[in-house]
């Protein structure tokens, strides 16, 4: 019976789901390696555990190794160390190493990690990417400015996602923005091209270091946007198309990222742009599985558990790839204002011209603080074998539902 090891710093809902999967696969005993006690688990997931093991730091790959040798014990031995946190995936790699398990190396997981090793590394591969600078100091910074042009976007090395990231205009918003917290050594700031154009993800299931599955989406608008305009509702598409032969290129250059990028086993998560010439530019690529509902986007639309099918993925290498029959999408709710959630509007008319197609909805509730995420105070999502019936169904959304802050009342 194989011995699963989960580590997870902190008890967030989406974590949770991977390892509600993680913990009921059929004969394996799974423990939960975190900072938190076992009375911060729900209780169906602390019946489902084998055992639980608390640490100081789960990013201090000293903490993963001592961690994983005191669950092998409790659990029988320990065949596999996972994790879903993108900040996790190289301390993890480097306990693996210690402790002999199977996985994605090192040298690979921080090329996924480090954000322009990852690029330097792609465009040596003759990848299409932005043009990108690790710069360590004001001056390195401005020259790139110069030399690539304006705006730019500003994002830490070693980001997730879009957190940390924005836009700078020109080098005046430059300047000021690295004077408020200087770059250095061993504190470099990447600096990329702004990319025009329609951005998208390619999610992907690899087995051995092969591609087995992928899934697209569009984002309306770029996550970049929505950080930089809280009042923007925004929307997330997976078309049903998933072969057509408009993909052709992005499956090419994504399959191609992976392998020199160094993929095993897992799921990635890759954000790309397509230009307003037809030409793609890759973003960057994630080790780990997406966020945002996505996870929930792809069940939707394949009719089946995603978070079960990683869970086999990484614990027995095995994945039976799904038909796509459905079209699905997700409308991200996020609050107008400043304070706690007071008000949700338009919601009776959404229900009634689009109730039909809703399969999971998390509606904000009153009194709600705010999320402090792009991903809003809740969300709604949609599906339907059309592309285009989710499609505008998702505008219309956003149309009719706004969440409104403000003061609580007496």
């Known amino acids: 019976m194989p011995g ?12 949770l789901r991977f390892l509600r999967a993680a913990a009921r696969l059929p004969g394996v005993r799974c423990g939960l390696l975190t900072q938190e006690p076992v009375e911060a688990l729900p209780g169906d997931l602390r019946e489902s555990l084998a055992a639980h093991w608390r640490v100081a730091d789960c990013m201090d790959p000293a903490a993963l190794v001592a961690g994983t040798r005191g669950l092998a014990r409790a659990l029988g031995g320990a065949d596999r160390l996972v994790g879903t946190l993108e900040q996790l995936q190289v301390p993890l790699a480097v306990a693996r190493r210690e402790l002999g398990l199977p996985g994605l190396s090192v040298e690979a ?3 996924f990690r480090d954000k322009a090793l990852m690029k330097e590394t792609l465009r040596a591969a ?5 043009r990108h600078r690790l710069a360590a100091s004001l001056g390195e910074a401005l020259r790139f400015g110069e030399e690539s042009g304006y705006p730019l976007v500003v994002k830490p090395p070693a980001g997730a996602g879009a957190k940390s990231t924005y836009r700078v205009e020109d080098a005046a918003q430059l300047e000021a923005a690295l004077r408020a917290s200087p770059p250095g050594r ?8 702004f990319v025009v154009g329609e951005e998208h993800s390619f999610d992907t299931v690899s087995l051995g270091g092969r591609p087995v599955w992928h899934s697209l989406s569009r984002y309306a608008p770029s996550p970049l946007t929505v950080i930089e305009n809280p009042w923007i509702q925004w929307c997330v598409l997976v078309p049903r198309e998933i072969d057509d032969p408009r993909w052709d290129d992005i499956r090419r250059v994504a399959f191609r990222s992976l392998e020199v990028l160094g993929m095993d086993t897992g799921v990635t998560h890759m954000e790309w742009f397509r230009r307003g010439d037809g030409s793609i530019a890759v973003s960057e690529v994630a080790a780990r599985p997406p966020g945002a509902q996505f996870c929930s986007l792809i069940s939707f639309a394949h009719d089946f558990d995603f978070y079960a099918a990683w869970a086999r993925s990484v614990v027995h290498g095995e994945f039976d790839a799904p038909e796509r ?3 699905a ?3 991200y709710l996020r609050g107008q204002g400043t304070g706690r959630v007071v008000a949700v509007h338009g919601l009776d008319r959404a229900q009634a011209e689009l109730g039909a197609l809703v399969v999971e909805a998390r509606l904000p509730r009153r009194g709600q603080g705010p999320s402090g995420s792009y991903e809003g ?3 709604v999502i949609l599906r339907h074998p ?11 959304l956003v149309e009719l539902v706004r969440v409104e802050l403000g003061p609580e009342g007496p």
Do not use: H, Q, S
């Not at 090891?5 to 967030?12: G, K, N, Q, T």
């Not at 059309?386 to 219309?396: K, Q, S």
């Open 109 to 111: 997981a921080e090329r």
């Open 329 to 331: 999408g997700a409308a």
């Open 4 to 15: 699963v090891v989960f580590a997870a710093p902190f008890a967030m809902e989406a974590t």
């Open 186 to 193: 061993g504190r470099e700031v990447l600096l990329e091209e």
């Open 377 to 379: 105070e809740g969300y």
């Open 386 to 396: 059309e592309t285009a019936v989710v499609e505008r169904g998702l505008r219309r």
């Open 325 to 327: 029959r459905y079209a």
């Open 126 to 130: 003759g990848i299409p990417c932005a």
